[in-house]
T-cell receptor, first 113, second 113 residues
Framework: DQQVKQNSPSLSVQEGRISILNCDYT??????FLWYKKYPAEGPTFLIS?????DKNEDGRFTVFLNKSAKHLSLHIVPSQPGDSAVYFC????????????FGKGTLLTVNP | DAGVIQSPRHEVTEMGQEVTLRCKPI?????LFWYRQTMMRGLELLIY????????DSGMPEDRFSAKMPNASFSTLKIQPSEPRDSAVYFC???????????FGQGTRLTVV
């Protein structure tokens, strides 16, 4: 049973345009959400997070939106740059067991020059 | 800081052999995690240590897998005997609780032939 789903295995966008990566979850107990970025042959690196008390969090070119009623979150990258090309993982955790991150399978983003 | 250090980066072994993966967490971090990444299942948490004590090992696939953390700066994940289905990338991560954003090592790519 996959509690965090990233239904698009890959996404390709042009440099300068917006990249939108989507993530759905099924566990209503999740209250903290994170995005990680992973380059080949490297470990995932933390990108941005959002608590369930918010619906938006912004950090530079990266914005995460949370729609609790739809159990959906998205990561927007504007403008996209070739260096953003990587696999992006969505992750979620619950209060009380905040160490236990449940990850999606990832979306490979390719930003074309 | 050097970050989370894992060794070896690559390991190729024959079925039935013992494999030991090593991890040095970031100094000062009190939580350590072992994850496994496969194409089929994505990133899965295997075991979580807090202050060197195993808190949650529910993700350990079977008795062939064991993990230890003898001190705050070192952990091992052992597979004995190894099987081809254990082939995956194994990541170690650490954090300073109560933070949730874990810092990952570069991973060990294990191939069991």
């Amino acid at each position: 049973d996959q509690q965090v789903k990233q239904n698009s295995p890959s996404l390709s966008v042009q440099e300068g345009r917006i990249s939108i990566l989507n993530c759905d979850y099924t566990n209503s107990m999740f209250d903290y959400f994170l995005w990680y970025k992973k380059y080949p042959a490297e470990g995932p690196t933390f990108l941005i997070s959002i608590s369930s008390i918010k619906d938006k969090n912004e950090d530079g070119r990266f914005t995460v939106f949370l729609n609790k009623s739809a159990k959906h979150l998205s990561l927007h990258i504007v403008p996209s740059q070739p260096g953003d090309s990587a696999v992006y993982f969505c992750a979620a955790s619950t209060r009380g067991s905040n160490y236990k991150l449940t990850f999606g399978k990832g979306t490979l983003l390719t930003v074309n020059p | 800081d050097a970050g989370v250090i894992q060794s070896p980066r690559h390991e190729v072994t024959e079925m039935g052999q013992e494999v030991t993966l090593r991890c040095k967490p970031i100094s000062g971090h009190n939580s350590l995690f072992w994850y496994r990444q496969t194409m089929m299942r994505g990133l899965e948490l295997l075991i979580y240590f807090n202050n060197n004590v195993p808190i949650d090992d529910s993700g350990m696939p079977e008795d062939r897998f064991s993990a230890k953390m003898p001190n705050a700066s070192f952990s091992t994940l052992k597979i004995q005997p190894s099987e081809p289905r254990d082939s995956a990338v194994y990541f170690c991560a650490s954090t300073r609780q109560p933070a949730t954003e874990a810092f990952f090592g570069q991973g060990t790519r294990l191939t069991v032939v």
